[in-house]
């Protein structure tokens, strides 16, 4: 992955910032190894064949509108034209440096009216949509997670009870700068168990990831480790984003997890972290909807634009994306009283 950061501007006044991403999926060892099927078989031969040049205009390890800002006088017009001219002029400049990109994608967009004047700038893009952003909104008079606690139904009560329950003996604790070295190849084994049964992966993170993100982040950037005696055997992340709380990666050891109920703990942990913070969002991403749906989160419709340089397959773009990406099932929960 290489990364860029990009400046709007109106003449010397600086408008709006965004960043984008170029990866090369042709150097990925591993597109995710819980599936395996013909579909993934088709799949992998696609994106190393005929899409790996990949450029994102957004962020691609964060779900939701985290790819770019503009001054609030910026209206949506002017806003999706600068975007457009930056992807163009990405795809020009990695051409100069020998890379002809395959796919242009802009992630992630929610449905507002703001947003649909997009279509008219990226209409030579295919518009999809994919595994909704599970946002839990937190009231306001939330002080504790006796008040989460008691907002539940008996049902989902008693879940909250089996899982502190079952995850009683182990224990929790924030890792420093120090904890984060001292750890760096148990943490990446713990998250290379999770990240290669996801149905899907466009990148794996570097091992030394977690200390550059706290190095450069700090407070805004929390890691906790979990530890059955004195053995780490599953971690979680969390990034201070103004008013809201993005949950980011994790990690954890499958036996342990099955018997201790540990993502779930973690999860209810996560509430309890966006209560104690005062925040008004908890972002809990994608994957694992239903799970996530039956803590209290909201599924919230985002859709995206993607675009193959070659006419023909970005003619069938809308066949292909429907039939590659992977199918999710999953029931709504609703938790509250």
Request: net charge neutral; aromatic share 16%.
């Amino acid at each position: 992955m290489c990364c860029f950061f990009i400046g709007f501007y109106e003449e010397d006044d600086l408008i709006g910032i965004g960043i984008a991403q170029y990866l090369d999926l042709y150097k990925l060892y591993s597109f995710g190894e819980r599936d395996q099927c013909v579909k993934t078989s088709v799949r992998n031969f696609v994106f190393r064949n005929l899409a790996s040049n990949v450029l994102i205009i957004g962020n691609n390890m964060l779900t939701g509108e985290n790819g770019w800002a503009f001054k609030s006088s910026v209206g949506p017009d002017l806003q999706f034209e600068m975007l457009a001219k930056a992807a163009n002029m990405l795809v020009e400049t990695l051409q100069d440096e020998g890379i002809s990109i395959h796919i242009q994608i802009l992630k992630d967009f929610y449905v507002t009216e703001f947003n649909q004047v997009a279509a008219n700038y990226f209409r030579s893009f295919y518009s999809f949509t994919i595994q909704p952003n599970m946002v839990f909104t937190l009231p306001k008079d939330w002080v504790s997670e006796e008040d989460y606690v008691n907002a539940l139904q008996k049902k989902y009560r008693d879940q909250w009870k089996r899982a502190r329950k079952k995850g009683g003996q182990l224990t929790k604790r924030p890792f420093s700068l120090e904890d984060l070295d001292e750890q760096e190849i148990k943490l990446h084994e713990l998250y290379y168990n999770v990240a290669k049964n996801a149905p899907f992966n466009t990148f794996f993170l570097h091992s030394r990831h977690f200390y550059d993100l706290k190095k450069n982040l700090g407070e805004a950037f929390c890691l906790y480790g979990y530890f059955d005696q004195d053995k780490l055997i599953g971690f979680s992340t969390l990034i201070k984003n103004g008013e809201a709380v993005d949950t980011y990666f994790l990690g954890y050891d499958e036996e342990v997890q099955k018997q201790k109920l540990l993502y779930l703990n973690m999860l209810y942990d996560m509430v309890e972290f966006a209560i104690q913070n005062k925040s008004k969002e908890l972002i809990l991403a994608r994957t694992a909807l239903e799970i996530k749906s039956s803590v209290g989160a909201k599924p919230i419709a985002m859709f995206g634009f993607i675009k193959h340089r070659n006419p023909v397959l970005n003619y069938f773009m809308k066949w292909i994306f429907t039939y590659l990406q992977p199918e999710i099932k999953w029931h709504e929960r609703h938790p509250f009283k």
